[in-house]
């Protein structure tokens, strides 16, 4: 048996009023089309609810049977509705921000006071995506926006907006060769055809052409990079640099998530400037996407550049 909550509502109603025109009154619906689906309530049922006559209107042992549960079937889905709005409201009010690793630089306070004063209800929860992911959970849809290192993978997909154009570093274990070279050198940096025979830490595979960003591929002139291992969060790769499993390139401003006990970080000539962005999906217009890659604008670097 399938009786909707609309059949309910106007058995109920009726009840209430025990007259059918008063009851059609109240839910702004036509005295025939309300006695019509009454009718039908009680074929499905198989029993019939009201007794009627001329003047009154009054309900049947079955009909009384009836009543308590119809009320409590409806209190039931008005609750379950308003449990549905509420957590629609609280969705629309939600950010989840993803990111591999605090993007510092002051960026997070910065960014979540803008978007309250656009959005005071707003809601931006944090998400920390291991590295094998470099959307950080953009491409699942699991992040709404994301701090990024680019290139993206597929970044056709992806509307961005750069808010830090920093060099890049190479971590190097305490006593590394190449830290006395740098320290001789008029600029304090290494060449970076000078790290070419270096074991390099890289991302997972999955991390596609960021993996080969990091390794700066685009700087050997076809040489393949010699892997020393795979590391998939910072605290992975200072273990690995510490114990000289291999050195890895960074960008400046996570130069304070690896530089520490046994390891250092110079800067390097030769490769390409880092960028970090946030992003979102570039088909996604929710206003607090938006809102946030518009604070993103207000605080990105002086080079930064938008998609």
Sequence with gaps: MDIHGRDLRYFASVAEELSFTRAAERLFVSQPALSKQIRMLERQLGAVLF????????????GEALLPRAREVLAAWEAAEAAVEEAKTAERRTLVIGMSTSPGRGLLPALRTRLVSRHPDAHPVLRQVNWADPSAGLADGSSDVAFVWLPLPDDDRYQYVVVAREPRLVALPHGHPLAARAASDPEGKVDFADLLDEPFLALPAEAGPLRDYWLALDARDGRPARIGGVVASAEETHEAVAGGQGVALLATGNAPLLVRDEVIAVPVRGVSPSRLAVAAAR??????VLAYLAAARDVGASTRTTR
């Design 51 to 62: 007794e009627r006559d001329r003047r009154t209107v009054r309900l049947t042992a079955v």
């Design 283 to 288: 088909e996604d217009g929710r206003p607090l």
